[in-house]
């Protein structure tokens, strides 16, 4: 996961001060097979990768230059918006038999925690703040009861996939019929390739400003070229207010990189997942292509995106990182505390190991669950104990 933050003050770094990114290169290197800036991953099952928080400054810098960057043959954002367009509505007894049942309840718990919080800090700036958030790549509308539970007032909703933005907009109004008295946010449906589109030139309210912009498992799809990826954050980032957040998920460069140089072949993965690339040992900082499925959610082509350029592009649009956290990082401290773990069980986010008599494992695989009963074993906890299954852990953990 990662969050964006517009500056509210001025940039640092030009006198002579510390930067607001410190430690971080201005030339952006390739990824290699290696360790990254952060050293060895060490990642437990569920290090799902760094939440990152960004936030935006007042004024532009300048200077910044352009990466080298490799064109990819082919533009696949047909295939993408293809893709998602085809994907049939499933009821809740099809998705409770899937493998990944748990793994998507604990990725929508994290999103719903990190909505929250983000919520509480734009608020903060004071008691009669009127919120307006932009949902880049919002999809079918999974996250639309977030926003309503977060008392937004109003939401943009745009997405490369004609089908998906119809059934969000869907969505939206069955959730207003069913609201009665309750007030719910203003919205506008967007259909639109936001790696190649200008947003802003789409809004019903030309003069409409963001507190947040959300972006949650799409942003990499742009990383097809640098000109996709430029345009994609300035979607993201131009309309933002003075310290307003740009909040995201994306594929983790580096842990893709790091297993794919273990792997014998070309491809890794497990029952759930399996990631494969046409060549190892070079990876272009654009258009480095791999193809990802997950069980009968995702079948498609994505895009590395190596986060320090990422970072050095994000300064463009007067953005600074604030946050930077792996998903196992970020579930250990936000668990902590008692609403999270309430909400954590009403949202099924991990599955009791043993479950109950009657209850339900995504496997009857043991050896899918032997992390559990070791960790149960060493904490000396009695049992059920709250889990994802093995090959659910090392889907979530090759994000950020």
């Keep these: 996961m990662e969050t964006l933050k517009d500056r509210g003050e001025r940039p640092r770094g030009e006198d002579g001060e510390k930067g607001e990114m410190e430690g971080e290169k201005e030339q952006a290197e390739k990824p290699t097979g290696g360790e990254s800036e952060e050293g060895d991953r060490g990642q437990e099952p569920g290090g799902r990768g760094p939440k990152v928080q960004m936030n935006r400054r007042h004024e532009e ?27 049939q509505e499933v009821g809740l007894a099809a998705r409770s038999r899937s493998k990944i049942f748990f793994m998507r309840n604990f990725n929508n718990w994290l999103k719903s925690v990190l909505i929250g919080e983000i919520l509480e800090q734009v608020r903060g700036a004071g008691p009669a703040q009127q919120v307006s958030v932009l949902d880049l790549g919002c999809g079918k509308g999974g996250d639309l009861l977030k926003w309503r539970r977060g008392g937004i007032n109003h939401l943009v909703c745009a997405d490369i996939a004609g ?4 059934q969000c907009q869907s969505r939206y109004e069955d959730m ?32 409409l400003m963001f507190d947040i912009c959300s972006c949650q498992f799409v942003y990499h799809y742009s990383f097809e070229s640098e000109q996709k990826a430029d345009m994609m954050l300035r979607n993201a980032c131009e309309r933002l207010k003075p310290g307003g957040f740009f909040i995201g998920t994306t594929p983790d460069a580096f842990e893709l990189v790091k297993r794919l140089e273990a792997s014998d072949s070309l491809s890794f993965g497990n029952e759930v997942f399996k990631v494969s690339f046409q060549s190892k040992g070079s990876y272009p900082l654009f258009g480095c292509q791999y193809h990802f499925s997950l069980e009968d959610v995702v079948n498609v082509p994505e ?14 649009y007067n953005m600074r990182l604030v946050l930077k956290q792996r998903f196992s990082e970020y579930f250990e401290d936000k668990v902590k505390k008692e609403s999270h773990r309430s909400l954590m069980m009403k949202m099924m986010a991990l599955q009791p190991f043993p479950c109950d008599e009657g209850g339900r494992q995504v496997t009857d695989s043991r050896e899918e669950y032997r992390h559990a009963e070791e960790h149960r074993v060493r904490a000396g906890v009695q049992p059920p104990v709250g889990t994802l299954s093995r090959s659910e852990w090392e889907a979530a953990s090759k994000f950020i």
């Excluded at 352009?66 to 533009?75: A, E, Y």
């Excluded at 089908?163 to 119809?166: P, T």
């Excluded at 009665?180 to 030139?201: G, M, P, R, T, Y």
């Design 176 to 207: 207003k019929k069913k609201s009665h008295s309750e007030k719910i946010f203003s919205a506008q449906f967007i259909n639109a390739d936001c790696s190649k589109e200008v947003l802003s030139e789409k809004l019903d309210n030309p003069e």
């Design 303 to 316: 895009s590395l995106v190596y986060f320090p350029l990422f970072q050095h592009m994000a300064k463009r």
């Design 61 to 87: 810098e300048e200077g910044q230059g352009s990466p080298q960057t490799k064109k990819p043959l082919i533009d696949h954002s047909v295939k993408v918006a293809s893709h998602y367009n085809s994907l």
């Design 163 to 166: 089908v998906s933005v119809e």
